[in-house]
T-cell receptor, first 113, second 110 residues
Framework: NAGVTQTPKFRILKIGQSMTLQCTQDMNHNYMYWYRQDPGMGLKLIYYSVGAGITDKGEVPNGYNVSRSTTEDFPLRLELAAPSQTSVYFC????????????FGDGTRLSIL | QKEVEQNSGPLSVPEGAIASLNCTYSDRGSQSFFWYRQYSGKSPELIMFIYSNGDKEDGRFTAQLNKASQYVSLLIRDSQPSDSATYLCAVNSPGYALNFGKGTSLLVTP
């Protein structure tokens, strides 16, 4: 009963490096989401996907890319990491649209130095 | 930009009391309302959700909607120190997005 699994849990990057945050879910949910959470700022939607092969931008997509080749996986790619991308990143999934509850992974804490 | 507003707190209540958490939303078209609990350093955990057709009670938790005034409330009866956390209100927008408030910090004192 894993739910939404994110890896890694922690990572430190240098400015300009790239990395991929992994997210996989085993609930057969069609919809998946990436959020970032900064202290005191709430959750901001980066990208979301309504099914394999379909992705769309959220509120704060700049500096990030996503892909959705399977129902289970929704990786988030950071190109040319910047200090402003220091944050906690959460992946979530839901059965269908925003009328359904979203279930969150444990998060990835990312620091860019 | 659809707004969801919450008082950041901290809201302090004594153990055994009722904690009342509120959030207001701006989109009159919203139909689904969610409450998440987030402990420090952890991910949001779904507590309850309601739709625009009614309130819901689940154990010590009650979620209520006032559509006319556009606010949602979460009542926690018999509050326990383990309820101390940040509570996030989320409201749907047409399509696929949830709009989250910044959260209210709740402190239950023994």
């Amino acid at each position: 009963n894993a739910g939404v699994t994110q890896t890694p849990k922690f990572r430190i990057l240098k400015i300009g490096q790239s990395m991929t945050l992994q997210c996989t879910q085993d609930m057969n949910h069609n919809y998946m989401y990436w959020y970032r959470q900064d202290p005191g700022m709430g959750l901001k939607l980066i990208y979301y996907s309504v099914g394999a092969g379909i992705t769309d931008k959220g509120e704060v997509p700049n500096g990030y890319n996503v892909s959705r080749s399977t129902t289970e996986d929704f990786p988030l790619r950071l190109e040319l990491a910047a200090p402003s991308q220091t944050s906690v990143y959460f992946c979530a999934s839901s059965k269908k649209d925003s009328n359904q509850p979203q279930h969150f992974g444990d998060g990835t804490r990312l620091s860019i130095l | 930009q659809k707004e969801v507003e919450q008082n950041s707190g901290p809201l302090s209540v004594p153990e055994g009391a009722i904690a009342s958490l509120n959030c207001t939303y701006s989109d009159r078209g919203s139909q689904s309302f969610f409450w998440y609990r987030q402990y420090s350093g952890k991910s949001p955990e779904l507590i309850m959700f309601i739709y625009s057709n009614g309130d819901k009670e689940d154990g010590r938790f009650t979620a209520q909607l006032n559509k006319a005034s556009q606010y949602v409330s979460l009542l926690i009866r018999d509050s326990q120190p383990s309820d101390s956390a940040t509570y996030l209100c989320a409201v749907n927008s047409p399509g696929y997005a949830l709009n989250f408030g910044k959260g209210t910090s709740l402190l239950v004192t023994p």
